[in-house]
């Protein structure tokens, strides 16, 4: 029969391990190979965190003094209390998380290296520039493309000082028009995957109608990125799930065993006050030694005590296991909380842009019969250079539309508008 100390041991296994590793494992959704594949550098600033199991206390110890935000300075080095100063520049969050984990093992004399999660809060601006109608820096976030910088910026600057004040409307209203249609399928296939999300389904479905403008094959990909970020929250959600599932079996194949100990250890006192019991009869009438007594007594009161600490790791371990009901039930409550907001803000801005697209239809309405009265036709042209930091020195290359961007990019944006043929 496992004695208590083996529980605690197995519980300092592997299985914990694991599971510790899910619990503070980033999540940020479906971002872990963009995590791993994203490199540190300057202006960076990432959230640090080192958890370690303690199989006395059978709970997470937190490393209150290193946790914290931190960023990344000019020299590429990012510091941290008791750790010192850690060379991050052009290093991935595992790399960095394993050897901040190493350093401080070394630093506090640990058995074992406490867990490390690093995630970045806070990425490099990125820079928009050029015919835009507000160039300058915006926040960087993984995923984003030139059309959504372009966003930000708030879209093309289009100038036609030598036309109509109603025909640089329409051009403007053109182009706003594409933007909003973009966003509201955007804004639509995100609903959808958060309303399966919110019901617990296993798969989404996109509502009849919802197009793209810039046709089928860029909604499918829109729905496939979904669709990823579905199933990696989804996993996401099972694994913390299963690990916390792990922990209750782990804890109540602990309390299983501590009852029969204490249940033995019961039957054994009972036996012994009987046998104390006779002997004090004995001893009064003089037909046993003292010591004989004694030696029961302090038998007893050693049995006593050890039937005491059984029934208190019994409670100690009912009362994890009501820890991780909580934790549970807390998850459950902050997920839903989380998608019912995130679905609230989708719905909201597809009916914003729904105004606004209704708003520039009118616009483009009312001067179309002007442009077509005149005679001119319009060929706008838009083209994109990004120029990104490297190693060897800044390059220079042409994107489109639907390049991906990464932190400290630079998008320079050119608009011509030239008479139509």
């Known amino acids: 029969m496992p004695d208590l100390a083996r529980i605690c041991h197995v519980c300092a296994s592997g299985l914990f391990r694991a599971m510790l590793a899910i619990l503070i494992a980033g999540t940020c959704a479906g971002s872990g190979a963009a995590q791993d594949a994203y490199r540190l550098n300057a202006g960076d600033r990432i959230a640090v965190r080192f958890v370690q199991w303690d199989t006395i206390e059978l709970g997470f110890v937190e490393f209150d003094a290193v946790n914290g935000t931190y960023a990344v300075g000019s020299d590429g080095t990012l510091m941290l209390p008791l750790i010192g100063a850690v060379d991050v520049e052009d290093r991935s969050l595992a790399e960095v998380a394993e050897s901040v984990s190493l350093t401080l093992q070394g630093r506090l004399g640990l058995v074992e290296p406490p867990s490390a999660s690093l ?13 835009v109608a507000n160039p300058g820096a915006y926040d960087f976030s993984p995923g984003l493309t030139v059309r959504q910088a372009l966003a930000l910026a708030g879209g093309p600057a289009t100038v036609l000082d030598d036309r109509p004040g109603r025909e640089a409307a329409a051009v403007r209203a053109s182009g706003v028009l594409q933007e909003i ?3 509201i399928a955007r804004h639509k296939v995100r609903a959808a995957r958060l309303r399966a999300e919110m019901d617990g389904a ?22 496939e990125h979904e669709r990823a970020l579905f199933q990696s ?9 299963e690990a916390l599932d792990d922990s ?16 033995g250890l019961s039957r054994q006192v009972e036996l012994l006050r009987e046998s104390v019991g006779n002997m004090e009869q004995l001893y009064e009438r003089g037909l046993v030694r003292s010591p004989s007594l004694v ?11 050890r039937q005491l600490d059984t029934e208190t790791a019994v409670f100690r371990a009912r009362q994890s296991i009501a820890e991780l009901e909580r934790e549970r039930i807390g998850i459950e409550a902050d997920r839903r909380l989380e998608i019912l907001r995130e679905l609230q803000r989708s719905e909201a801005a597809v009916e914003q842009l729904a105004a606004r697209q209704d708003m520039n239809r009118r616009l483009l309405l009312g001067t179309e019969a002007l442009l077509v009265a ?22 220079t290359l042409d994107a489109t539309p639907d390049t991906r961007l990464g932190p400290a990019d630079v998008v320079e944006v050119d608009v011509i508008i030239l008479p139509g043929g």
């Open 233 to 241: 929250r989804r996993e996401a959600r099972a694994r913390a799930l």
């Open 248 to 263: 209750r079996t782990l804890l109540e194949t602990e309390v299983s065993t501590l009852q029969e100990k204490l249940s």
């Open 202 to 223: 296993n798969e989404f479905t996109i509502p009849e109608g919802v197009t793209h403008p810039d046709g089928p094959e860029t909604l499918k990909a829109l729905i």
């Open 374 to 395: 005149s005679g001119q036709e319009m060929d706008i042209q838009t083209s994109y250079r990004i120029t990104r930091p490297g190693s060897e020195g800044p390059e």
């Open 181 to 183: 249609a973009i966003d």
């Open 295 to 305: 030696a029961q007594q302090g038998q007893l009161i050693n049995l006593e005590n």
């Open 119 to 131: 995630s970045i809060v806070g990425h490099r601006p990125i820079y928009v520039l050029g015919s």
